[in-house]
């Protein structure tokens, strides 16, 4: 039977998903605001112009697809207008949101900071979050919610070089490119409709420890640390394991350390 997966935002994540998808998919599409330029390695046949805020290029989605969301689902009423378009025309819808959802439930007064799974609450102010919850009740996606995205060309040290991030005792969830595409094969066909699992390697770390653990003092200048004392937050993927688990596959990137070697030495 051909199945047809088509990946709505593809960046940095749908490379990966490429990659892997063989096994799954006969025919995996790849949606841009821009595909000339933005999918210029991809053949024109399996580019698809789409962009939320054009609503003339919402027919573009083929029918009957497997649907990946992988940009934010905002704003809100273009969220539930593409929904109505589309009409359940999908077999299975899978929306990747963020951790940043449960932002309420930091607390820096807790240190270490309690383990949040899938049943805490979420800030239902964020725009994103608004059409995720939306899509979740409404048309029965299954929501990821991930962590920090790293691998090839994204090196957490580097965001500290940069500045992005300072040392600091607050708590980082962090998920390898290559594990979060195999998840968002498996979400697409084990997911239960309806349902929220949290995406990390189930490890929290604090950028002190990562700063510690990845400096090398003879290329690398001392960064400041932050005075801040956020606690940032411990994401349970217990939930995710199980799934996995089901469906006979785990998370390879475990160590966030070797992973990051490994990655030092293709740069």
Not at 47 to 71: C, H, K, M, V, Y
Not at 125 to 152: H, Q, T, W
Not at 154 to 181: C, M, T
């Amino acid at each position: 039977m051909r199945r047809t997966l088509v990946i709505l935002g593809a960046g940095y994540l749908a490379r990966f998903i490429r990659l892997i998808s063989d096994d799954c998919y006969s025919d995996v599409r790849f949606t841009s605001r821009s595909p000339a330029i933005n999918l210029s390695d991809v053949s024109i046949d399996r580019r698809i112009l789409f962009d939320l805020s054009q609503p003339e290029t919402w027919g573009n989605i083929p029918g009957d697809a497997d649907l990946l969301w992988s940009f934010p689902a905002a704003p809100l009423e273009a969220v539930q207008r593409f929904a109505a378009r589309l009409n359940g025309s999908f077999r299975r819808l899978v929306v990747l949101g963020s951790t940043s959802a449960y932002e309420r439930a930091a607390s820096p007064a807790i240190y270490p900071p309690p383990w949040i799974d899938e049943t805490a609450e979420v800030d239902d102010s964020i725009p994103r979050v608004k059409g995720e919850e939306f899509l979740r009740k409404n048309c029965a996606a299954v929501v990821l919610r991930v962590a920090g995205i790293y691998g090839p060309d994204r090196h957490p040290f580097d965001w500290i070089k940069q500045g992005r991030v300072h040392p600091s005792r607050k708590y980082v969830n962090l998920i390898h490119v290559e594990d979060l595409a195999a998840i968002c094969l498996v979400a697409l066909e084990s997911g239960i409709p309806g349902e929220v699992y949290n995406v990390s390697d189930g490890v929290p770390r604090t950028w002190t420890e990562i700063s510690e653990r990845m400096r090398k003092p003879q290329t690398c200048p001392d960064v400041k640390s932050d005075d801040n004392h956020a606690a940032g937050k411990r994401i349970s993927n217990a939930k995710l394991l199980a799934m996995l688990h089901n469906a006979g596959a785990s998370i390879r990137h475990d160590d966030l350390y070797a992973s990051l070697s490994c990655t030092e030495n293709t740069r």
